[in-house]
Protein backbone atom coordinates (compact mmCIF):
# COMPACT_ATOMS: atom_id res chain seq x y z
CA UNK A 1 0.00 0.00 0.00
CA UNK A 2 1.04 3.59 -0.91
CA UNK A 3 0.57 6.44 1.88
CA UNK A 4 1.40 10.50 0.80
CA UNK A 5 2.27 12.52 3.91
CA UNK A 6 -0.66 14.69 4.46
CA UNK A 7 1.85 17.95 4.76
CA UNK A 8 2.60 17.62 1.01
CA UNK A 9 -0.58 17.39 -0.50
CA UNK A 10 -2.78 20.56 0.96
CA UNK A 11 -0.86 24.26 -0.05
CA UNK A 12 0.04 26.14 2.74
CA UNK A 13 -0.58 29.63 0.50
CA UNK A 14 -4.11 28.72 0.32
CA UNK A 15 -4.59 31.23 2.79
CA UNK A 16 -2.77 34.12 1.40
CA UNK A 17 -4.30 33.47 -1.86
CA UNK A 18 -8.05 33.91 -0.66
CA UNK A 19 -7.02 36.59 1.79
CA UNK A 20 -5.85 38.61 -1.54
CA UNK A 21 -8.93 37.78 -3.67
CA UNK A 22 -10.62 39.44 -0.13
CA UNK A 23 -9.04 42.25 0.27
CA UNK A 24 -9.56 43.04 -3.56
CA UNK A 25 -13.53 42.03 -3.97
CA UNK A 26 -13.92 44.66 -0.52
CA UNK A 27 -11.96 47.32 -2.29
CA UNK A 28 -14.12 46.70 -5.52
CA UNK A 29 -17.27 47.71 -3.56
CA UNK A 30 -15.63 50.09 -1.10
CA UNK A 31 -14.40 51.69 -4.81
CA UNK A 32 -17.91 51.52 -6.14
CA UNK A 33 -19.51 53.19 -2.77
CA UNK A 34 -17.26 55.93 -3.63
CA UNK A 35 -18.51 55.90 -7.62
CA UNK A 36 -21.73 56.05 -6.66
CA UNK A 37 -21.56 59.07 -4.10
CA UNK A 38 -19.70 60.92 -7.35
CA UNK A 39 -22.71 60.30 -9.13
CA UNK A 40 -22.11 57.62 -11.53
CA UNK A 41 -24.92 55.89 -13.40
CA UNK A 42 -26.17 52.77 -11.89
CA UNK A 43 -25.69 50.78 -15.28
CA UNK A 44 -21.66 51.45 -14.80
CA UNK A 45 -22.00 50.12 -11.16
CA UNK A 46 -23.83 47.32 -12.05
CA UNK A 47 -21.39 46.39 -14.98
CA UNK A 48 -18.10 47.16 -12.79
CA UNK A 49 -19.84 44.69 -9.84
CA UNK A 50 -20.97 42.01 -12.35
CA UNK A 51 -17.41 42.23 -14.03
CA UNK A 52 -15.17 42.33 -11.50
CA UNK A 53 -16.41 39.49 -9.94
CA UNK A 54 -16.79 37.51 -13.07
CA UNK A 55 -13.42 38.13 -14.23
CA UNK A 56 -11.98 36.89 -10.92
CA UNK A 57 -13.71 33.66 -10.57
CA UNK A 58 -13.02 33.06 -14.35
CA UNK A 59 -9.25 34.03 -14.35
CA UNK A 60 -9.14 31.63 -11.00
CA UNK A 61 -10.76 28.69 -12.90
CA UNK A 62 -8.61 29.25 -15.87
CA UNK A 63 -5.64 28.68 -13.62
CA UNK A 64 -6.56 25.96 -12.62
CA UNK A 65 -6.56 24.27 -16.14
CA UNK A 66 -4.72 20.58 -15.64
CA UNK A 67 -4.37 17.28 -18.02
CA UNK A 68 -4.24 14.99 -15.61
CA UNK A 69 -7.83 12.72 -15.26
CA UNK A 70 -7.34 12.90 -11.06
CA UNK A 71 -7.17 16.66 -10.63
CA UNK A 72 -10.15 17.05 -13.36
CA UNK A 73 -12.31 15.21 -11.56
CA UNK A 74 -10.87 15.22 -7.88
CA UNK A 75 -8.87 18.16 -7.69
CA UNK A 76 -5.91 15.96 -6.67
CA UNK A 77 -7.59 14.71 -3.60
CA UNK A 78 -5.49 17.45 -1.81
CA UNK A 79 -8.34 19.97 -0.93
CA UNK A 80 -8.09 21.15 2.57
CA UNK A 81 -11.63 20.59 4.57
CA UNK A 82 -12.67 23.84 5.45
CA UNK A 83 -12.61 24.92 1.60
CA UNK A 84 -14.40 21.55 1.10
CA UNK A 85 -16.84 22.33 3.37
CA UNK A 86 -17.88 25.47 1.93
CA UNK A 87 -17.79 24.31 -1.32
CA UNK A 88 -20.57 21.24 -0.46
CA UNK A 89 -22.35 24.15 1.57
CA UNK A 90 -22.92 26.22 -1.67
CA UNK A 91 -23.78 23.08 -4.06
CA UNK A 92 -26.41 22.31 -1.08
CA UNK A 93 -27.48 26.02 -1.26
CA UNK A 94 -26.99 27.19 -4.77
CA UNK A 95 -29.04 30.67 -5.51
CA UNK A 96 -32.20 28.88 -4.96
CA UNK A 97 -31.67 28.59 -1.16
CA UNK A 98 -30.53 32.43 -1.20
CA UNK A 99 -33.14 33.84 -3.27
CA UNK A 100 -36.06 31.48 -3.17
CA UNK A 101 -35.83 30.30 0.36
CA UNK A 102 -35.09 33.66 2.08
CA UNK A 103 -37.96 34.40 0.12
CA UNK A 104 -40.23 30.99 1.93
CA UNK A 105 -38.77 32.61 5.11
CA UNK A 106 -40.53 35.89 4.23
CA UNK A 107 -43.93 34.36 3.04
CA UNK A 108 -44.59 31.98 5.15
CA UNK A 109 -42.53 32.46 8.26
CA UNK A 110 -40.99 29.94 10.39
CA UNK A 111 -42.95 26.98 8.87
CA UNK A 112 -39.63 26.85 6.23
CA UNK A 113 -37.43 26.34 8.74
CA UNK A 114 -37.55 22.27 7.73
CA UNK A 115 -35.45 23.53 4.78
CA UNK A 116 -32.41 24.16 7.02
CA UNK A 117 -33.29 21.63 9.83
CA UNK A 118 -33.34 18.88 6.42
CA UNK A 119 -30.13 20.38 5.04
CA UNK A 120 -28.09 19.86 8.33
CA UNK A 121 -28.99 16.49 9.19
CA UNK A 122 -28.19 15.40 5.47
CA UNK A 123 -24.99 16.35 6.62
CA UNK A 124 -25.36 14.60 9.90
CA UNK A 125 -26.25 11.21 8.22
CA UNK A 126 -23.78 12.02 5.52
CA UNK A 127 -20.99 12.02 7.68
CA UNK A 128 -21.86 8.94 9.82
CA UNK A 129 -23.54 6.83 7.17
CA UNK A 130 -21.82 7.37 3.62
CA UNK A 131 -19.06 10.15 3.14
CA UNK A 132 -16.37 8.18 4.95
CA UNK A 133 -16.61 4.90 3.25
CA UNK A 134 -17.13 6.61 0.19
CA UNK A 135 -14.03 8.85 0.38
CA UNK A 136 -11.97 5.13 1.22
CA UNK A 137 -13.38 3.39 -2.10
CA UNK A 138 -12.89 7.07 -4.35
CA UNK A 139 -14.88 6.88 -6.90
CA UNK A 140 -15.41 9.93 -9.47
CA UNK A 141 -19.09 9.94 -9.54
CA UNK A 142 -21.89 7.75 -7.37
CA UNK A 143 -22.98 5.74 -10.46
CA UNK A 144 -19.38 4.72 -10.70
CA UNK A 145 -19.34 3.45 -7.24
CA UNK A 146 -22.91 1.65 -7.22
CA UNK A 147 -20.98 -0.36 -10.69
CA UNK A 148 -17.88 -0.77 -9.01
CA UNK A 149 -19.67 -2.12 -5.48
CA UNK A 150 -22.19 -4.68 -7.00
CA UNK A 151 -19.80 -5.45 -10.04
CA UNK A 152 -22.26 -4.64 -12.31
CA UNK A 153 -21.78 -2.83 -15.51
CA UNK A 154 -26.01 -2.09 -15.78
CA UNK A 155 -26.60 -0.91 -12.38
CA UNK A 156 -23.98 1.79 -13.30
CA UNK A 157 -25.70 2.68 -16.32
CA UNK A 158 -29.04 3.12 -15.09
CA UNK A 159 -28.43 4.81 -11.76
CA UNK A 160 -26.17 7.24 -13.99
CA UNK A 161 -29.29 7.56 -16.16
CA UNK A 162 -31.87 8.16 -13.75
CA UNK A 163 -29.39 10.75 -11.68
CA UNK A 164 -29.18 12.75 -14.13
CA UNK A 165 -32.55 13.79 -14.01
CA UNK A 166 -32.54 15.55 -10.45
CA UNK A 167 -28.50 16.73 -11.83
CA UNK A 168 -30.08 18.45 -14.90
CA UNK A 169 -33.61 20.13 -12.60
CA UNK A 170 -30.51 21.41 -10.22
CA UNK A 171 -28.71 22.49 -12.89
CA UNK A 172 -31.58 24.24 -14.92
CA UNK A 173 -32.71 26.31 -11.68
CA UNK A 174 -29.15 27.73 -10.64
CA UNK A 175 -28.95 29.29 -14.24
CA UNK A 176 -32.08 30.29 -14.24
CA UNK A 177 -31.98 32.34 -11.13
CA UNK A 178 -28.16 33.48 -11.75
CA UNK A 179 -29.69 34.70 -15.06
CA UNK A 180 -32.33 36.55 -12.73
CA UNK A 181 -29.41 38.05 -11.17
CA UNK A 182 -27.53 39.34 -14.43
CA UNK A 183 -30.65 40.51 -15.61
CA UNK A 184 -31.65 42.49 -12.54
CA UNK A 185 -27.69 43.95 -12.44
CA UNK A 186 -27.50 44.94 -16.69
CA UNK A 187 -31.55 44.71 -17.78
CA UNK A 188 -30.52 43.93 -20.93
CA UNK A 189 -33.06 40.97 -20.95
CA UNK A 190 -33.82 36.83 -19.91
CA UNK A 191 -31.78 35.60 -22.79
CA UNK A 192 -28.56 37.58 -22.86
CA UNK A 193 -28.41 37.12 -19.06
CA UNK A 194 -28.60 33.65 -19.43
CA UNK A 195 -26.07 33.69 -22.38
CA UNK A 196 -23.49 35.39 -19.62
CA UNK A 197 -25.06 32.58 -17.01
CA UNK A 198 -24.02 29.49 -19.45
CA UNK A 199 -20.66 30.95 -20.81
CA UNK A 200 -19.34 31.70 -17.33
CA UNK A 201 -19.94 28.38 -16.35
CA UNK A 202 -18.46 26.50 -19.04
CA UNK A 203 -15.52 28.75 -18.75
CA UNK A 204 -14.98 27.96 -15.21
CA UNK A 205 -15.42 24.26 -15.44
CA UNK A 206 -14.38 23.46 -18.71
CA UNK A 207 -10.38 23.68 -18.68
CA UNK A 208 -9.76 22.51 -14.94
CA UNK A 209 -12.70 20.24 -13.58
CA UNK A 210 -13.12 20.13 -9.58
CA UNK A 211 -9.75 21.77 -9.39
CA UNK A 212 -11.13 24.84 -11.24
CA UNK A 213 -14.58 24.77 -9.64
CA UNK A 214 -12.98 24.11 -5.88
CA UNK A 215 -11.04 27.51 -5.85
CA UNK A 216 -13.53 29.39 -7.69
CA UNK A 217 -16.32 27.97 -5.94
CA UNK A 218 -14.48 29.24 -3.03
CA UNK A 219 -13.58 32.91 -4.17
CA UNK A 220 -17.39 32.92 -4.79
CA UNK A 221 -18.19 31.72 -1.42
CA UNK A 222 -16.10 34.71 0.08
CA UNK A 223 -18.11 36.93 -2.36
CA UNK A 224 -21.51 35.62 -1.29
CA UNK A 225 -21.12 35.48 2.10
CA UNK A 226 -20.20 39.46 2.07
CA UNK A 227 -23.18 40.02 0.43
CA UNK A 228 -25.80 38.63 3.19
CA UNK A 229 -23.53 38.92 6.28
CA UNK A 230 -22.58 43.29 5.08
CA UNK A 231 -26.19 44.43 4.36
CA UNK A 232 -27.83 42.54 7.61
CA UNK A 233 -24.77 44.09 10.15
CA UNK A 234 -25.62 47.40 8.52
CA UNK A 235 -29.34 47.35 8.68
CA UNK A 236 -28.93 45.85 12.24
CA UNK A 237 -26.96 48.91 13.39
CA UNK A 238 -29.03 50.90 11.81
CA UNK A 239 -32.13 49.56 13.77
CA UNK A 240 -30.37 49.89 17.12
CA UNK A 241 -29.07 46.05 17.64
CA UNK A 242 -25.32 44.39 17.29
CA UNK A 243 -23.99 43.97 13.88
CA UNK A 244 -24.86 40.05 14.46
CA UNK A 245 -28.34 39.94 13.91
CA UNK A 246 -28.43 35.94 13.28
CA UNK A 247 -28.64 35.47 17.26
CA UNK A 248 -30.54 39.03 18.61
CA UNK A 249 -33.40 39.86 16.72
CA UNK A 250 -35.60 38.17 18.99
CA UNK A 251 -37.41 41.73 19.73
CA UNK A 252 -38.01 42.38 16.24
CA UNK A 253 -40.01 39.38 15.81
CA UNK A 254 -42.21 40.14 18.89
CA UNK A 255 -42.42 43.80 17.61
CA UNK A 256 -43.83 42.01 14.28
CA UNK A 257 -46.48 39.91 16.36
CA UNK A 258 -47.51 42.89 17.88
CA UNK A 259 -48.11 44.64 14.76
CA UNK A 260 -49.18 41.81 12.87
CA UNK A 261 -52.01 41.55 15.44
CA UNK A 262 -53.08 45.09 15.36
CA UNK A 263 -53.13 44.83 11.59
CA UNK A 264 -55.65 41.59 11.82
CA UNK A 265 -53.47 39.18 9.92
CA UNK A 266 -55.27 35.62 10.69
CA UNK A 267 -53.86 32.74 12.40
CA UNK A 268 -53.97 30.00 10.00
CA UNK A 269 -53.82 26.23 10.38
CA UNK A 270 -52.81 23.94 8.39
CA UNK A 271 -54.03 20.10 7.73
CA UNK A 272 -51.48 17.54 8.88
CA UNK A 273 -50.00 16.78 5.62
CA UNK A 274 -50.61 20.32 3.57
CA UNK A 275 -47.20 21.97 2.43
CA UNK A 276 -47.95 25.42 0.84
CA UNK A 277 -44.49 26.94 -0.08
CA UNK A 278 -44.77 30.59 -1.73
CA UNK A 279 -45.09 30.28 -5.56
CA UNK A 280 -42.53 31.98 -8.45
CA UNK A 281 -43.50 35.91 -8.61
CA UNK A 282 -45.94 38.54 -6.56
CA UNK A 283 -47.55 37.64 -4.17
CA UNK A 284 -49.09 39.29 -0.53
CA UNK A 285 -48.02 37.94 3.34
CA UNK A 286 -50.60 36.28 4.55
CA UNK A 287 -49.54 34.33 7.33
CA UNK A 288 -47.69 35.27 10.34
CA UNK A 289 -43.80 35.14 10.98
CA UNK A 290 -44.00 32.83 13.95
CA UNK A 291 -47.32 31.21 13.84
CA UNK A 292 -46.35 27.58 13.75
CA UNK A 293 -48.06 24.93 10.67
CA UNK A 294 -49.78 27.85 9.18
CA UNK A 295 -48.42 26.92 6.15
CA UNK A 296 -46.59 23.28 6.56
CA UNK A 297 -48.73 20.88 8.59
CA UNK A 298 -47.42 19.31 11.51
CA UNK A 299 -46.58 15.81 9.86
CA UNK A 300 -45.83 17.18 6.45
CA UNK A 301 -42.91 19.17 8.78
CA UNK A 302 -41.44 16.22 9.64
CA UNK A 303 -41.63 14.18 6.42
CA UNK A 304 -40.66 17.24 4.73
CA UNK A 305 -37.21 17.54 7.01
CA UNK A 306 -36.55 13.86 6.44
CA UNK A 307 -36.99 13.76 2.79
CA UNK A 308 -34.46 16.97 2.44
CA UNK A 309 -32.31 15.13 4.60
CA UNK A 310 -32.12 11.87 2.52
CA UNK A 311 -31.97 14.09 -0.58
CA UNK A 312 -28.76 16.00 0.64
CA UNK A 313 -27.21 13.18 2.39
CA UNK A 314 -27.32 11.06 -0.97
CA UNK A 315 -27.07 13.70 -3.53
CA UNK A 316 -24.84 13.03 -6.64
CA UNK A 317 -23.88 16.62 -6.96
CA UNK A 318 -22.62 16.90 -3.54
CA UNK A 319 -21.33 13.42 -2.28
CA UNK A 320 -18.66 13.05 -4.29
CA UNK A 321 -17.07 15.84 -3.69
CA UNK A 322 -15.69 14.33 0.08
CA UNK A 323 -13.23 12.51 -2.62
CA UNK A 324 -11.42 15.74 -2.85
CA UNK A 325 -10.12 15.78 0.65
CA UNK A 326 -6.85 14.11 1.54
CA UNK A 327 -8.40 11.20 3.14
CA UNK A 328 -10.98 9.98 5.80
CA UNK A 329 -10.52 12.31 8.40
CA UNK A 330 -10.45 15.49 6.01
CA UNK A 331 -13.92 14.21 4.76
CA UNK A 332 -15.51 14.22 8.38
CA UNK A 333 -14.08 17.17 9.08
CA UNK A 334 -15.24 19.08 5.84
CA UNK A 335 -18.95 17.86 6.54
CA UNK A 336 -18.21 19.34 9.96
CA UNK A 337 -17.44 22.62 7.96
CA UNK A 338 -20.38 22.41 5.71
CA UNK A 339 -22.76 22.26 8.52
CA UNK A 340 -21.21 25.39 9.18
CA UNK A 341 -21.18 27.26 6.78
CA UNK A 342 -24.75 26.33 5.36
CA UNK A 343 -26.41 26.60 9.36
CA UNK A 344 -25.23 30.29 8.82
CA UNK A 345 -26.29 31.34 5.45
CA UNK A 346 -29.71 29.84 6.40
CA UNK A 347 -29.81 32.03 9.77
CA UNK A 348 -28.80 35.15 7.70
CA UNK A 349 -31.38 34.40 5.50
CA UNK A 350 -34.03 33.98 8.40
CA UNK A 351 -32.28 37.57 9.75
CA UNK A 352 -33.23 39.14 6.16
CA UNK A 353 -36.89 37.89 5.74
CA UNK A 354 -37.14 38.90 9.77
CA UNK A 355 -35.91 42.63 8.78
CA UNK A 356 -38.06 42.56 5.51
CA UNK A 357 -41.30 41.91 7.25
CA UNK A 358 -40.23 44.20 9.84
CA UNK A 359 -40.08 46.98 7.39
CA UNK A 360 -43.27 45.55 5.66
CA UNK A 361 -45.08 46.35 8.81
CA UNK A 362 -43.96 50.07 9.28
CA UNK A 363 -45.90 50.56 5.60
CA UNK A 364 -48.43 48.80 6.89
CA UNK A 365 -51.16 51.90 7.27
CA UNK A 366 -50.02 54.68 5.40
CA UNK A 367 -51.73 56.42 2.81
CA UNK A 368 -51.95 55.50 -0.76
CA UNK A 369 -51.14 58.98 -1.99
CA UNK A 370 -47.80 58.97 -0.03
CA UNK A 371 -46.54 55.68 0.26
CA UNK A 372 -43.00 55.19 2.23
CA UNK A 373 -39.96 56.21 -0.61
CA UNK A 374 -38.62 52.80 -0.45
CA UNK A 375 -41.93 51.01 -1.08
CA UNK A 376 -42.20 53.28 -4.36
CA UNK A 377 -38.92 52.39 -5.29
CA UNK A 378 -39.20 48.66 -4.87
CA UNK A 379 -42.39 49.66 -7.43
CA UNK A 380 -40.11 51.45 -9.46
CA UNK A 381 -37.76 48.29 -10.07
CA UNK A 382 -40.74 45.72 -10.17
CA UNK A 383 -39.42 44.01 -7.08
CA UNK A 384 -43.28 44.76 -5.42
CA UNK A 385 -46.50 45.55 -6.14
CA UNK A 386 -49.86 47.44 -4.53
CA UNK A 387 -53.29 46.35 -5.10
CA UNK A 388 -55.33 48.70 -2.69
CA UNK A 389 -58.86 50.38 -3.20
CA UNK A 390 -58.72 52.13 -0.26
CA UNK A 391 -56.96 55.49 1.06
CA UNK A 392 -54.80 53.50 3.34
CA UNK A 393 -52.20 50.69 2.61
CA UNK A 394 -52.56 47.07 4.52
CA UNK A 395 -50.07 44.76 4.75
CA UNK A 396 -52.03 42.44 2.42
CA UNK A 397 -52.36 45.12 -0.44
CA UNK A 398 -48.08 44.67 -0.76
CA UNK A 399 -47.26 42.05 -3.23
CA UNK A 400 -43.28 41.09 -3.46
CA UNK A 401 -41.70 39.21 -5.52
CA UNK A 402 -40.38 35.83 -3.60
CA UNK A 403 -37.15 35.84 -5.21
CA UNK A 404 -35.99 39.07 -5.03
CA UNK A 405 -36.09 40.11 -1.00
CA UNK A 406 -32.46 39.98 -0.55
CA UNK A 407 -32.19 42.57 -3.11
CA UNK A 408 -35.27 44.49 -1.49
CA UNK A 409 -33.95 44.76 1.76
CA UNK A 410 -31.39 47.43 0.82
CA UNK A 411 -33.77 49.67 -0.70
CA UNK A 412 -36.38 49.04 2.28
CA UNK A 413 -33.36 50.12 4.90
CA UNK A 414 -32.45 53.23 2.72
CA UNK A 415 -28.28 52.04 1.99
CA UNK A 416 -27.03 53.05 -0.90
CA UNK A 417 -27.64 51.61 -4.38
CA UNK A 418 -23.86 49.23 -4.24
CA UNK A 419 -25.31 47.20 -1.34
CA UNK A 420 -28.32 46.24 -3.33
CA UNK A 421 -25.93 45.64 -6.42
CA UNK A 422 -23.71 43.25 -4.00
CA UNK A 423 -26.71 41.50 -2.98
CA UNK A 424 -27.25 40.93 -6.85
CA UNK A 425 -23.67 40.24 -7.08
CA UNK A 426 -24.03 37.39 -4.01
CA UNK A 427 -26.83 35.69 -6.13
CA UNK A 428 -24.46 35.12 -9.29
CA UNK A 429 -21.53 34.13 -7.27
CA UNK A 430 -23.48 31.12 -5.38
CA UNK A 431 -25.47 30.32 -8.39
CA UNK A 432 -22.30 30.29 -11.12
CA UNK A 433 -20.65 27.75 -7.57
CA UNK A 434 -23.92 25.61 -7.65
CA UNK A 435 -24.62 25.33 -11.13
CA UNK A 436 -20.81 24.56 -11.88
CA UNK A 437 -21.16 21.98 -9.42
CA UNK A 438 -24.31 20.38 -11.12
CA UNK A 439 -22.41 20.94 -14.82
CA UNK A 440 -19.67 19.23 -14.01
CA UNK A 441 -21.51 15.95 -11.93
CA UNK A 442 -23.83 15.66 -14.69
CA UNK A 443 -21.02 15.72 -17.40
CA UNK A 444 -19.16 13.59 -15.26
CA UNK A 445 -21.65 10.53 -15.31
CA UNK A 446 -22.86 11.20 -19.01
CA UNK A 447 -18.85 10.64 -19.71
CA UNK A 448 -17.40 7.92 -17.40
CA UNK A 449 -20.51 5.99 -16.90
CA UNK A 450 -23.12 6.58 -19.93
CA UNK A 451 -20.47 6.58 -22.86
CA UNK A 452 -17.97 4.60 -21.27
CA UNK A 453 -20.24 2.59 -18.98
CA UNK A 454 -19.89 -0.86 -20.32
CA UNK A 455 -15.66 -0.70 -19.99
CA UNK A 456 -14.40 -0.68 -16.56
CA UNK A 457 -11.02 0.45 -17.52
CA UNK A 458 -11.14 4.09 -19.19
CA UNK A 459 -10.20 5.54 -22.21
CA UNK A 460 -6.63 7.04 -22.40
CA UNK A 461 -6.39 10.13 -21.09
CA UNK A 462 -6.49 13.00 -23.26
CA UNK A 463 -9.87 11.07 -25.05
CA UNK A 464 -11.19 10.74 -22.18
CA UNK A 465 -11.07 14.55 -20.83
CA UNK A 466 -12.07 15.37 -24.42
CA UNK A 467 -15.31 13.63 -24.07
CA UNK A 468 -15.88 15.07 -20.20
CA UNK A 469 -15.09 18.66 -21.77
CA UNK A 470 -17.50 18.20 -24.86
CA UNK A 471 -20.39 17.10 -22.24
CA UNK A 472 -19.66 20.02 -20.54
CA UNK A 473 -20.47 21.92 -22.99
CA UNK A 474 -23.40 20.31 -23.66
CA UNK A 475 -25.20 19.94 -20.92
CA UNK A 476 -24.95 23.59 -19.47
CA UNK A 477 -26.03 24.63 -22.65
CA UNK A 478 -29.07 22.34 -22.54
CA UNK A 479 -29.42 23.60 -18.98
CA UNK A 480 -29.80 26.94 -20.40
CA UNK A 481 -32.02 26.13 -22.93
CA UNK A 482 -34.51 24.54 -20.32
CA UNK A 483 -34.24 27.54 -18.09
CA UNK A 484 -35.24 30.18 -20.78
CA UNK A 485 -37.99 28.05 -22.48
CA UNK A 486 -39.89 26.11 -19.31
CA UNK A 487 -39.59 29.19 -16.75
CA UNK A 488 -40.22 26.46 -14.11
CA UNK A 489 -40.57 27.42 -10.05
CA UNK A 490 -36.49 27.11 -8.84
CA UNK A 491 -37.33 25.95 -5.56
CA UNK A 492 -39.76 23.56 -7.04
CA UNK A 493 -37.08 22.43 -8.99
CA UNK A 494 -34.77 21.98 -6.33
CA UNK A 495 -37.04 20.10 -4.17
CA UNK A 496 -38.14 17.71 -6.63
CA UNK A 497 -34.64 16.96 -7.29
CA UNK A 498 -33.81 16.09 -3.55
CA UNK A 499 -37.10 13.92 -3.75
CA UNK A 500 -35.79 11.86 -6.72
CA UNK A 501 -32.58 11.44 -5.23
CA UNK A 502 -33.58 10.77 -1.97
CA UNK A 503 -35.93 7.85 -3.72
CA UNK A 504 -33.53 6.47 -6.04
CA UNK A 505 -30.04 6.95 -4.60
CA UNK A 506 -30.56 6.94 -0.71
CA UNK A 507 -31.39 3.80 -0.24
CA UNK A 508 -29.40 1.54 -2.27
CA UNK A 509 -26.16 3.84 -0.86
CA UNK A 510 -26.82 2.82 2.75
CA UNK A 511 -27.67 -0.57 1.79
CA UNK A 512 -24.59 -1.14 -0.09
CA UNK A 513 -22.33 0.34 2.65
CA UNK A 514 -24.11 -1.50 6.14
CA UNK A 515 -26.11 -4.69 4.61
CA UNK A 516 -23.79 -7.15 2.96
CA UNK A 517 -26.62 -9.08 1.55
CA UNK A 518 -27.58 -6.84 -1.11
CA UNK A 519 -26.49 -8.08 -4.62
CA UNK A 520 -26.68 -6.42 -7.71
CA UNK A 521 -29.90 -7.14 -8.58
CA UNK A 522 -31.68 -5.93 -5.46
CA UNK A 523 -29.80 -2.83 -6.28
CA UNK A 524 -31.41 -2.38 -9.29
CA UNK A 525 -34.78 -3.00 -8.21
CA UNK A 526 -34.65 -0.51 -5.48
CA UNK A 527 -32.64 2.36 -7.80
CA UNK A 528 -35.73 1.62 -10.52
CA UNK A 529 -38.29 1.56 -8.24
CA UNK A 530 -37.80 4.27 -6.25
CA UNK A 531 -36.91 6.52 -8.87
CA UNK A 532 -40.48 5.55 -10.80
CA UNK A 533 -42.74 5.75 -7.84
CA UNK A 534 -41.15 9.41 -6.84
CA UNK A 535 -41.74 10.58 -10.57
CA UNK A 536 -45.18 9.32 -10.57
CA UNK A 537 -45.99 10.86 -7.40
CA UNK A 538 -44.89 14.02 -8.91
CA UNK A 539 -46.55 13.88 -11.61
CA UNK A 540 -49.59 12.83 -9.77
CA UNK A 541 -49.63 16.05 -7.53
CA UNK A 542 -48.68 18.18 -10.40
CA UNK A 543 -52.15 16.61 -12.25
CA UNK A 544 -53.93 17.29 -8.87
CA UNK A 545 -54.98 13.82 -8.90
CA UNK A 546 -53.64 13.43 -5.09
CA UNK A 547 -53.32 16.28 -2.45
CA UNK A 548 -49.67 15.09 -1.22
CA UNK A 549 -47.10 17.67 -2.38
CA UNK A 550 -44.64 17.12 -4.89
CA UNK A 551 -41.63 17.66 -2.54
CA UNK A 552 -42.93 14.43 -0.13
CA UNK A 553 -42.60 12.11 -3.06
CA UNK A 554 -39.77 10.59 -1.21
CA UNK A 555 -42.30 9.65 1.59
CA UNK A 556 -43.70 6.90 -0.71
CA UNK A 557 -40.90 6.28 -2.66
CA UNK A 558 -38.20 5.42 -0.08
CA UNK A 559 -40.14 3.01 1.50
CA UNK A 560 -40.71 1.61 -2.07
CA UNK A 561 -37.43 1.30 -2.56
CA UNK A 562 -36.21 -0.32 0.16
CA UNK A 563 -38.43 -2.87 0.17
CA UNK A 564 -37.69 -3.36 -3.41
CA UNK A 565 -34.38 -3.59 -3.07
CA UNK A 566 -34.45 -6.28 0.66
CA UNK A 567 -37.14 -8.41 -1.77
CA UNK A 568 -35.60 -9.13 -4.80
CA UNK A 569 -31.88 -9.24 -2.97
CA UNK A 570 -33.32 -11.78 -0.89
CA UNK A 571 -35.48 -13.82 -3.65
CA UNK A 572 -31.77 -13.90 -5.86
CA UNK A 573 -28.27 -15.46 -5.39
CA UNK A 574 -25.94 -14.40 -2.67
CA UNK A 575 -23.42 -11.50 -4.00
CA UNK A 576 -20.00 -12.62 -5.16
CA UNK A 577 -17.10 -12.74 -2.78
CA UNK A 578 -15.51 -10.31 -4.87
CA UNK A 579 -18.21 -7.82 -3.58
CA UNK A 580 -18.25 -8.72 0.07
CA UNK A 581 -14.61 -8.13 0.38
CA UNK A 582 -14.97 -5.02 -1.62
CA UNK A 583 -17.67 -3.97 1.68
CA UNK A 584 -14.75 -5.20 4.32
CA UNK A 585 -12.15 -2.79 2.44
CA UNK A 586 -14.57 -0.09 2.14
CA UNK A 587 -15.04 -0.27 5.99
CA UNK A 588 -11.78 -0.22 6.85
CA UNK A 589 -10.88 3.74 6.63
CA UNK A 590 -6.83 3.13 6.33
CA UNK A 591 -4.83 2.40 3.91
CA UNK A 592 -4.89 2.62 -0.23
CA UNK A 593 -8.02 4.27 -1.92
CA UNK A 594 -9.94 1.63 -3.33
CA UNK A 595 -10.91 2.94 -6.87
CA UNK A 596 -7.10 4.23 -7.25
CA UNK A 597 -5.78 0.71 -6.55
CA UNK A 598 -8.50 -0.85 -9.63
CA UNK A 599 -6.92 1.52 -12.09
CA UNK A 600 -3.70 0.42 -10.84
CA UNK A 601 -4.01 -2.81 -11.51
CA UNK A 602 -6.53 -2.55 -14.59
CA UNK A 603 -2.89 -0.36 -16.14
CA UNK A 604 -0.87 -3.19 -15.35
CA UNK A 605 -3.27 -6.01 -16.86
CA UNK A 606 -3.08 -3.70 -20.03
CA UNK A 607 1.01 -3.21 -20.13
CA UNK A 608 1.36 -7.17 -20.04
CA UNK A 609 -1.27 -8.05 -22.72
CA UNK A 610 0.82 -5.63 -25.03
Known sequence: MTFTPRGRLINPRLGIYFGIFTSGFISLVLVLLMFEQMGVSRWLLSGLMLGGALCSYLVIAIAGITREPIDFFAAGRRVPAVYCGMGLALSTMGATGVACVAGAFFFIGF??????????????????LLAPFLRKFGAFTLPTYLGRRFDSRNVRIVSAALLSVPTLLVLAAEIGIGAKAVDWLLGQGPSLATAIMVLAVIGGIVFGGMRALTWSSVA???????????????????????????LSHGP??????????IAGMPIVLQSQMGLQLPFDGFQPVLKRVAEPFGAVGPLAYSLAT?????????????????????????ARKALGWACFFFGSMMLTMITIAVFMRNYLMQAAGASIAAPPDWLRNLVTMRLAEISTRGNKIAAGDISFDRDSILLALPHAAGLPEVFALLAAAGIFAIAFAAASAAALTLASMLSEDIVNGLNWQPPATPLRLIIVRVMIAVVVSFGGLIAVMAHGDALKLLLWALALTASAAFPVLVAS?????????????????GFAVAVLMILASESELISLSGALAAVVAVPASFAAM?????????????????????????????????????????????
Open 513 to 529: IWWKRINQYGAFAGIVT
Open 566 to 610: VSVSLLTLPPSRHSLELVRDVRVPGGEILYDREMRILRQKARRRT
Open 306 to 330: LSVMMGVAAAPWILPRVATTPGVYE
Open 220 to 246: AGVATILALVVPVAVVAVLLGYLPFPQ
Open 252 to 261: IIRGIGRAEA
Open 111 to 128: DAIWIMTGGIAGYVVMAV
